[in-house]
């Protein structure tokens, strides 16, 4: 749908539903696991669909499937941010809440894993494994992004809060992505770049991913602690090996245990709560 003609849709939102915490989201797959490619039944493929389904929100969503950080805030991605900000500024009206997922996308994938990796040699630690200067140099390109979106904030909406989180750890496996029933299959976006350098698969390969997930954590932490009104929603360990959709995505009911957790926090922005317990309570009765 045309950007315009869903920012219209939007602000008739804002109209009819005024009553409901305004919110921008902007991300990843976490935030946009691509329903187009799942069946139409299988609402509830990443975390914001799930907070839709509690109806106190109003939600503009600018998250795709497949954004690195950089490029939400780069070039024509942070311009449509800007222009958002400004259009919502022009009818005297601020986000309460800007929802962000970035950083995952930077780490793994072919263009991006395989350059933060070594060759294996007997005798290697698992640390020993991360290339890590420019591990450290994409975290802080990472790190740039958050920058550029708490600027913007800063900007044209002071008092809203942004909401970000970190990502639990994910297990290297050959299972690809399945999307329409099977019939299309993406690769993996870990094991294959850790098998072509070489790293032993299992523990090591689990042991490595662990390290780099840590690291981005750790820089998120900092971020928010250095932000106000900025918060990390702390998603690590949340997951058990059967909430994993493939290598990267979690399941329909693993990315509901997540949105649970962002919705006390989106609770406390803005002016009033929104009765979050009850709507967890039907929620999860659903």
């Given at each position: 749908?045309?950007?315009?003609?869903?920012?219209?849709?939007?602000?008739?939102?804002?109209?009819?539903?005024?009553?409901?915490?305004?919110?921008?989201?902007?991300?990843?797959?976490?935030?946009?696991?691509?329903?187009?490619?799942?069946?139409?039944?299988?609402?509830?493929?990443?975390?914001?669909?799930?907070?839709?389904?509690?109806?106190?929100?109003?939600?503009?969503?600018?998250?795709?499937?497949?954004?690195?950080?950089?490029?939400?805030?780069?070039?024509?991605?942070?311009?449509?941010?800007?222009?958002?900000?400004?259009?919502?500024?022009?009818?005297?009206?601020?986000?309460?809440?800007?929802?962000?997922?970035?950083?995952?996308?930077?780490?793994?994938?072919?263009?991006?894993?395989?350059?933060?990796?070594?060759?294996?040699?007997?005798?290697?630690?698992?640390?020993?494994?991360?290339?890590?200067?420019?591990?450290?140099?994409?975290?802080?390109?990472?790190?740039?992004?958050?920058?550029?979106?708490?600027?913007?904030?800063?900007?044209?909406?002071?008092?809203?809060?942004?909401?970000?989180?970190g990502y639990d750890f994910p297990i290297p496996t050959d299972?690809?992505?399945?999307?329409?029933?099977?019939?299309?299959?993406?690769?993996?976006?870990?094991?294959?770049?850790?098998?072509?350098?070489?790293?032993?698969?299992?523990?090591?390969?689990?042991?490595?991913?662990?390290?780099?997930?840590t690291r981005l954590n750790e820089m998120l932490d900092a971020v928010c602690a250095s932000t106000s009104?900025?918060?990390?929603?702390?998603?690590?360990?949340?997951?058990?090996?059967?909430?994993?959709?493939?290598?990267?995505?979690?399941?329909?009911?693993?990315?509901?245990?997540?949105?649970?957790?962002?919705?006390?926090?989106?609770?406390?922005?803005?002016?009033?709560?929104?009765?979050?317990?009850?709507?967890?309570?039907?929620?999860?009765?659903?």
């Amino acid at each position: 749908m045309d950007s315009a003609v869903r920012f219209s849709d939007f602000k008739g939102m804002l109209h009819t539903q005024s009553h409901r915490k305004t919110v921008i989201s902007e991300g990843d797959s976490w935030f946009g696991y691509p329903a187009s490619m799942v069946p139409v039944s299988h609402t509830g493929t990443n975390i914001i669909d799930h907070i839709e389904q509690t109806h106190l929100f109003n939600i503009f969503r600018m998250e795709c499937s497949g954004d690195e950080a950089g490029a939400m805030m780069s070039q024509d991605q942070r311009h449509r941010f800007h222009d958002v900000l400004s259009q919502l500024k022009a009818i005297s009206k601020e986000p309460d809440i800007i929802l962000f997922s970035a950083g995952g996308n930077d780490i793994v994938g072919e263009h991006d894993m395989i350059h933060l990796l070594n060759r294996w040699t007997a005798g290697m630690s698992p640390a020993d494994c991360i290339r890590t200067e420019r591990f450290e140099l994409r975290l802080e390109q990472i790190r740039l992004a958050y920058r550029e979106l708490i600027l913007f904030r800063d900007e044209y909406c002071p008092n809203a809060k942004i909401i970000t989180h970190g990502y639990d750890f994910p297990i290297p496996t050959d299972k690809p992505a399945c999307f329409i029933f099977g019939t299309v299959k993406v690769k993996p976006w870990i094991k294959p770049y850790m098998d072509q350098k070489g790293i032993p698969a299992g523990a090591i390969q689990q042991e490595v991913v662990k390290i780099m997930i840590t690291r981005l954590n750790e820089m998120l932490d900092a971020v928010c602690a250095s932000t106000s009104n900025m918060v990390k929603v702390e998603t690590t360990g949340t997951l058990q090996s059967g909430e994993w959709r493939d290598e990267i995505h979690a399941t329909k009911q693993g990315f509901k245990k997540i949105a649970d957790m962002f919705l006390p926090h989106m609770d406390e922005a803005g002016a009033a709560p929104c009765l979050i317990a009850d709507s967890i309570d039907s929620h999860a009765g659903a």
